[in-house]
């Protein structure tokens, strides 16, 4: 009885604090966790998103229902995950504990987009900056760089650095990145990604079409890429983290700005937030050649000389 004079707040710390100490469920209304928001998002990325992705979301998952407030979506406030963060900074480094809050920000939006949660209801995990953390800038990826990577490299696992090259895609978005074919235009989709913005239609490069026509996943591939892409990196050049598969976006990037291309248009590739209002409105709603401006500019980065 006096459970249920107090705000809902205090309610959902009351009955959170009930169920630890007698195991005793609380009411529906404040039984819905961030695990199984988890498993919601889990259940709709399906098939979009690589094994190891799925493993790292459910380890963000793991990291934080650690704390009493995780058994309760109304008690994660903005204060409690700011704490956390500076905790896990502590012993971890700043992009892995960023990848964390990303996910977790995903799984909290689910609760959201599905009724669980008040709409408006502010995401606490959303907008978060790791303050005081050096920022990795990564090196350009140059053709006789990846040609020499690529000798030591098993034959089929040169289609990855091959498709990152011709599209600016990341690992992870080459990995869980399908096959389609629209209005003619043979593309990558990618359904999820890092970011909200990653979710895009990337035109597949002339240099690709053949390999690529007649799959319904970009690659296939066994055990840790990255890993052996990594090693290989590593004898080829003696290069330290400052090269990596990701130099490959950087590559990609370069190479379109070059051209002429503009920022906003580049962006619509590798998929970078954008801010710029006309951009959103051809994205959202014209209907026009999008997708073949698109398709130029990929196909402007120069064939991949391997000798």
């Not at 380890?59 to 500076?86: G, Y």
């Not at 869980?176 to 593309?187: K, M, Q």
């Not at 597949?204 to 055990?223: F, N, P, T, W, Y």
Request: aromatic share 8%; proline share 3%.
């Amino acid at each position: 009885a006096f459970g249920h004079r107090l705000n809902s707040i205090d309610q959902a710390r009351f009955f959170a604090a009930r169920k630890l100490e007698t195991g005793q469920e609380p009411p529906d209304r404040f039984n819905y966790s961030l695990q199984d928001a988890c498993r919601g998002l889990l259940g709709i990325k399906e098939g979009q998103i690589a094994v190891k992705t799925s493993g790292k979301i459910k380890r963000s998952l793991d990291r934080f229902k650690e704390l009493p407030e995780a058994t309760d979506l109304r008690l994660i406030k903005r204060p409690v995950v700011v704490k956390w963060i500076e905790a896990q900074r502590t012993t971890h480094k700043a992009t892995t504990v960023g990848n964390w809050v990303s996910y977790l920000s995903q799984m909290f939006q689910y609760a959201i987009d599905h009724g669980h949660l008040d709409d408006g209801y502010a995401n606490p995990f959303k907008g978060h900056r790791m303050l005081g953390d050096k920022v990795t800038h990564y090196d350009e990826m140059h053709n006789n760089d990846l040609a020499v990577i690529l000798k030591l490299l098993k034959h089929e696992d040169h289609m990855p650095a091959k498709i990152a090259w011709y599209s600016g895609m990341r690992l992870s978005e080459v990995l869980a990145a399908t096959v389609v074919t629209i209005d003619g235009i043979l593309c990558f989709k990618i359904a999820q990604g890092k970011t909200e913005s990653a979710a895009r239609t990337v035109p597949v490069h002339s240099e690709l079409i053949q390999a690529m026509r007649g799959r319904e996943k970009a690659v296939d591939i066994d055990g840790d890429y990255g890993k052996r892409f990594g090693r290989a990196k590593s004898k080829a050049t003696g290069k330290g983290r400052e090269l990596a598969f990701h130099s490959l976006r950087v590559s990609f990037i370069n190479h379109a700005m070059r051209a002429g291309y503009p920022d906003y248009d580049v962006a619509k590739v590798v998929g970078h937030l954008t801010t710029k209002g006309l951009l959103e409105t051809s994205a959202t709603y014209y209907r026009g050649p999008v997708l073949l401006k698109l398709k130029e500019i990929v196909d402007v980065i120069p064939k991949l000389i391997l000798k």
